[in-house]
């Protein structure tokens, strides 16, 4: 099957006054329709860089998107006219954000910004727009939807407003819909929710969702496939199940490794990585990782490894030594 | 204890928030001070009196004299002596104050107004364009559209200079071909050289009609704007060259540069208009770019342009209500100043022709006469002047507290 979203060799860049930052550096993969791709890593890693380059949305300058192609059916997102890139953005792809605080506009009802997002894409009347802006709202679970619409954002609370967020993002049918960290600011039974939600529409609508998180124990829940991103590289990809249980990277099981469980003894320590993320302005010829990795050797330095397959086809790891790593938690964890 | 259902919370919740908007509020806000009130008060009495009076109570100016009325103090009834009624006595011709005070108001507050409104759309429009601009990414036709814009506004000093009006629209159309020449001529200093070149070509050209001296300022200032036409057009290069002309503008003390336009364009109301209109025009560009700057950032402008929305209508829907709150400050205490700017030219003699009602040219024609004790002639035009920017800034203070987004609940 052909995939619905191919992305080869991007890179982006921001020219900044302390140098050039390189948030992104030749990614790599491609989505199914359909699928539920987690997008995980530390902050400044270059997850909401690069989708925010899938969208054509970072600001330029200081960002430039230096190169690499993005092919969503047989057109690369990255070459044609910004005016069709407009009809892309929301009609295929659409994106719900991490704050939903700031994410809607204050001087406009909710009902009024569905409507406007509605009447963009789908050559419908003012009527059409608000009935199915009424429609949106009850599917993402707002009671009183009708009464709702008039509503000003101001009068929502956190959840309710990613909940419209949500509603916004999915007005005109997307075929992909990037959520770039929308549950961070929320608190965990809302975020619970939420992640029902996405979940539920997903199986409804049949879209493909790229959920991009640095909570490991989130994606672990929904996602299908896993991205694990350091330093604007992708240096773990795969398979929900093998991320999590046969960790083929050192960063990886660092990550996995810093999560509390259910399963320890009481008293248990959690293992934090030490040391930060490289400078994106000045990153090291070889391996990212390298000066924080247990497992480190010579030719880690000199060379950036390239992502291979480990385990198979679906699995693909960019460590030198994976093949002497495992790790992960246990089957019944 | 009873339980609720998600249901019963959904219910409460809306029914304690009563629903109304973002202005509605602020509008409670501002009805529910006292200064806002007294503010509200005094500017709608004198608005009130002016439109009542311009067009209920006709006034004409030049055919008012009456020197056998000439400094009668203020009298409230008529004596076999002074015959008629002067609430505020007369001045110098015999006319009376309390009408000329009057009308003086509409005057003066169609100064305010005017002046005001250009200052307001010329420097509101570009803060926003350059705000704008210098934070999102631009596509191709605004490019044009804003290199074409830079060459209007920096040819039209040339133009002016040399009195040939087609300069302007030379310099518009370099800017637009430097944009549609921006992929073949890669170049750096080739570009800037043959586009100086052209600069000097259209300056000096036309101006040699005018006379040689022209012709050398006006090739000079050619080849400044031709430079900046070949200069890869950015948003940031557009708000840059607008921004640095705004601080050029402020350079000047406040009046001197509007005397120095009025002496330029000849005395007059209208004039006068103008001048504290282009005085006041870096303020409102300032503003409006850095209360742009804030609000772009956030992510409803991001989440807008993710659906998909065209950049005409971010600025002018997204945008443009979300920094009106600042703006309307400054308006109305912008109307304040532009009246006492407007009376300050009145007095010095360079707003209102004489012998046209106006506060400031009321005060500049009695102060001599306040040594012979004629005091009312001066005491209620500057009374006049007073109270009204008394009133627009208690109000502009009233609306500052009640749109005060950190107040927003």
Redesign the interface.
Known sequence: MEPLLKIKNLKTRFHTEDGIVNAVNGVSYSMDAGEILGVVGESGCGKSVHALSI?R?????PGNIESGEVWLDDRDLLKIS??EM??????EI??V???PM????????VGFQIT??LM??KNIDKLEARERARELLTLVGI??AK??L???P??F?GGMRQRA?IA??L??EPRLLIADEPTTALDVTIQAQIIDLVVRLQDQLGMAVMWITHNLGVVAELAHKINVMYAGYIIERGDTGDIYKRTRHPYTMGLLGSLPRLDEAPGTKLISIPGLPPDLVALPKGCPFYARCTYRVGQCLEEMPPLVEADGKEHTVACWRWDTLQGGLRDDG | MTESTPEDIGVLDFAVREHRSLWLDAWRRLISSNTARLGMFIVGVFILSAVLAHYFWKYDAKTDLDYSLKLKPPNLVATEKIKSIHPFGTDKLGRDIFRRTVHGGWNSLRVGIVAVGISLFVGGLLGLLAGFYESINITYLERIFLMGLTGLFLGSLSAWIAGQPIQALLFTGLGVISVLLSNFLAGKNTRLVLFAGIGLLLGAGPALLVGPLVAVVCGFLGIIVGAILSMPMGGRLFSNIVMRLMDIILSFPGYLLAIAIVAFLGPGLEKGMIAIGVVGIPVYARLARSAVLSVIQKEYILAAQSVGEAHGRIIFRYIFPNILSPIIVQTTMGLANAILSAAALGFLGLGAIPPEAEWGAMLGDSYRYLTSGAWWAVLYPGLAIMLSVLGFNLLGDGLRDALDPKLRI
Not at chain 1, 86 to 91: I, W
Not at chain 1, 102 to 109: A, Q
Request: aromatic residues 6%; charged residues 20%; hydrophobic residues 35%.
């Open positions: 969208m949305l970072i600001p330029c300058p910004e005016a407009r009809h892309v953005r929301g009609a659409a994106m954000f991490q704050d700031t994410s809607l506009n204050p001087v406009y009802t406007e997002a963009l894409h009671p009183e009464k709702r008039d509503n000003y101001h009068q609370s967020m916004m993002a007005s005109c």
